[in-house]
Each structure stands twice: as C-alpha cells, then as structure tokens.
C-alpha cells in the first residue's frame, strides 16, 4: 500500500486546504459543530441542520469544489478518484456538510448522466450539483427489498394524455418528506420476466397523490417514510433510458449506492470506546480488555481495507480494491459489536435512553445498528454477491427468473 502523496496531489491537498481554510472552521468535537446535528431528534435543530447542508452544498458550487468528478460539461472539475478521496480526507478535520445531498448525487448523478438524455440532464442535473432541489430514491417495497426486481408498483400509460399513471407503495425511502424530486422504478410490463418489464422514471414529489407517512425509528427520529402512490401521472418525457429496460438503469444507481455505503466512515471510533471504559473504571477486567482489544482490533482492520482500497484508486492498481459488499458488512458488524460494548460498560445505566451519559449517545447508536445493517441492501444480500461476484460461487437458484411477473409467486 502506498500513502504518500504525489506532487500532484499534495499541490491539489495545498488547494482543498486553502479553500476550507477561508470558507470552513475546523471541527471542535462537541455540541458547537453543527455537522454532527444529522441524527438530530429536535426538529429545530435538525432543520437548521438542512440549512446550513445547503449552504454549505452552494459554497462549494460557487467556488467549484461541488462534485469533483463530474465532467465539466455537467458543472464538475473532471478530477479524478484520487482528488475526490484527498477532498474528503481534509473536509473531515472541518465543521462542514453537504448532508443527504451527497447521497443524492451520488445516486442521481451518474444515472442521469449515463442513461438520461440531453433534456433530463439539463433540467436536473445544474440544481442538483448546487443542492437547490432534493432528491430521495423509492426503490424498496413491502414485498420487493432484497429482491428488487420482484417490484409490484405499477406504472400504464394513458395515451390520451401522454402520461404514466402509477399506482403502488414505497417503503424505507430515506428523507421522502423533504425532496423535492425522486428516482422510482415501476412495473410497466408484467407479461414479461421479472428483470424485463421494468421502467425508471423521475418523479416530481409534489404531484397529486402522493402520500409521505414518517417511520419514526426507536431513536425518535424520521429518517425513513413509507410512500403510497394513488394515480400519480408522470410525463412520458421523465422516463430515464428506454421503457421496459428500467433494470439496466436501475443497476447504475444500485452500483452507485454501494460504493456510496462502502465508503463510510466511523462516526464512534475506538478511542470514544477505551475512554468510556476508563471513565467507568473497567480497564483492568480481563474480559473487558479482550472486548477492547477486539473493538481495536477491528477498527486497525477496517482503516486497512480503506488504505488498501485508496491505494487502488489513487495508483490506478484496481487489482487491489476490495469488494464493496466485503467493506459494508465488515463496516456494520464492526460498529454493531463498539455500540454493544459501550452499553454493557455503562452498566445498569446503559438501560435507560436520553438519561444515560452524554445524552444517550451510546444508546442511540446501538439502535441505529439495525438501520445500517439493512441500508442499502441487508448483511444476507451482501454476503450473496461476495459469493458469486467475489469467490465465483454459482449463483443462489432462482425457479422465477424466466417466469412472466404476473405467474409468479409474490409475498
């Protein structure tokens, strides 16, 4: 693995430096850096969260640091990985976000630039970069998460008024309440195999008859909503890609979404872990040092899968990067086993919620464990494509595969 920096990059590190010098103040690590109000309960202060996130999202725009590796036809530098990763290596020492906008583009991004034509891409894409409109992605349904492409929401099309009508539910759609645009896939033909009867579409959030019903988590928070779709009509023109080859379109946003994951880093690292432990005075217990050494344990390795996969990107060495489904699951595990521990090293204590130490930090992210475990695809599906797109194991068997949609049999 290589670390160092190439003249290049350190001359583009000097630049990224210079600029969140001047537009940005370095993080305090308490309750004066805004960019850790995400998760916030109180809804004043989650709102003045989204706010400063867009701010932040046109700072960059005005400045030409929004969406490093876009091309510059779409608003971005052009710059490559390796810029992208020393951008963010340094906007992490800063109390600065751009928030779910970031998910969005990297999402909405390079979907619409692959499979959107020449309209789509102007329309959507230039408010997009500078974080004016939000996005949210209705994927999952009640009966069609690991298999998406099991998908029952309908969408015909009215040739009357050159518009699709959709009917059906969304469900898990992170942060629906407050976009403004989504990206939907919908069965157009169910005639057809699973996999081939499927159209992508944008959808515009504020059309009639659409229903956006908060799940409140245990946390207390909202971050994912179930949608209903009563005879919502979208425009023919805002089909992304061609009717019925939805699924190809679908793949690039789900490519996307797992690097997006994959590349997440740790918001509970170890040392908040050892100096909760010394706090309580657990440290010379035997059985709480082996559950320390395993949480440092883990952290040493994950930060080698992210050096590993860096040293790819930044040396053009691709050989070297690690599956993303690898790096996701290894990330919530990790993070699962820290959360527990901090609990049971609070002791009677770590039972209670918002009264436990710190205002129930630890607690909230033991809660949050089962939310990562099942974002962007559940633990199971992850381990199915290490099998067969890592290890080359034979693919898991499917009986429905070449089966028409409508003769299958669905939850």
């Not at 069965?187 to 081939?196: G, N, S």
């Not at 909202?222 to 023919?236: G, Q, T």
């Not at 952290?299 to 992210?306: A, D």
Request: proline share 4%; hydrophobic share 40%; net charge negative.
């Amino acid at each position: 693995m290589d670390f160092e920096d190439s003249p290049e990059l350190a001359a583009f590190r000097d630049e990224v430096r210079g600029f969140l010098d001047a537009h940005a103040e370095l993080r305090r690590g308490d309750e004066r850096d805004w960019s850790r109000n995400g998760a916030a309960t109180d809804e004043a202060v989650a709102a003045d969260y989204r706010r400063r996130c867009r701010e932040w999202q046109r700072t960059l725009a005005d400045n030409g640091w929004a969406c490093l590796t876009w091309p510059t036809a779409f608003g971005g530098r052009g710059a490559s990985p390796a810029q992208q990763i020393v951008f963010n290596q340094e906007l992490a020492r800063y109390d600065a976000t751009s928030g779910f906008i970031t998910a969005a583009q990297a999402l909405v991004g390079p979907t619409l630039m692959r499979h959107g034509n020449q309209a789509q891409q102007s329309r959507y894409l230039p408010p997009l970069l500078r974080g004016d409109e939000w996005w949210c992605q209705l994927f999952s349904e009640p009966g069609a998460g690991s298999d998406l492409s099991s998908l029952a929401t309908r969408a015909t099309f009215d040739e009357a008024a050159g518009e699709w009508v959709l009917n059906g539910q969304k469900v898990w759609t992170s942060n629906a309440q407050y976009a403004d645009f989504g990206i939907l896939v919908a069965r157009t033909d169910p005639d057809v195999p699973k996999h081939a009867g499927l159209t992508y579409f944008v959808l515009d959030m504020r059309s009639p008859g659409i229903d956006i019903r908060p799940l409140v988590q245990a946390q207390g928070v909202a971050h994912f909503n179930e949608v209903f779709l009563s005879d919502v009509r979208i425009p023919a023109a805002d089909v992304v890609g061609e009717v019925g080859d939805g699924w190809a379109v679908t793949r690039t946003t789900l490519r996307s979404e797992s690097s997006m994951i994959s590349g997440a880093g740790q918001a509970t690292p170890f040392a908040a872990v050892l100096a909760l432990a010394r706090r309580r005075g657990r440290t010379d217990d035997p059985v709480v040092r082996q559950s320390l050494a395993r949480a440092y344990s883990n952290e040493l390795i994950q930060k080698w899968m992210g050096w590993r996969t860096q040293t790819a990107v930044m040396t053009g060495r691709h050989e070297l990067a690690l599956h993303g489904s690898l790096l996701k699951n290894f990330f919530t595990r990790s993070f699962a086993f820290k959360a527990g521990l901090a609990i049971d090293l609070e002791g009677a204590e770590g039972m209670l919620a918002e009264d436990a130490e710190a205002n129930g930090f630890w607690q909230y992210q033991f809660l949050n464990q089962f939310a990562s475990k099942i974002g962007g695809g559940t633990e199971e599906v992850h381990r199915n494509n290490i099998g067969e797109q890592a290890l080359g194991l034979p693919r898991e068997p499917s009986v429905d595969r070449d089966l028409p949609w409508s003769q299958t049999r669905r939850s």
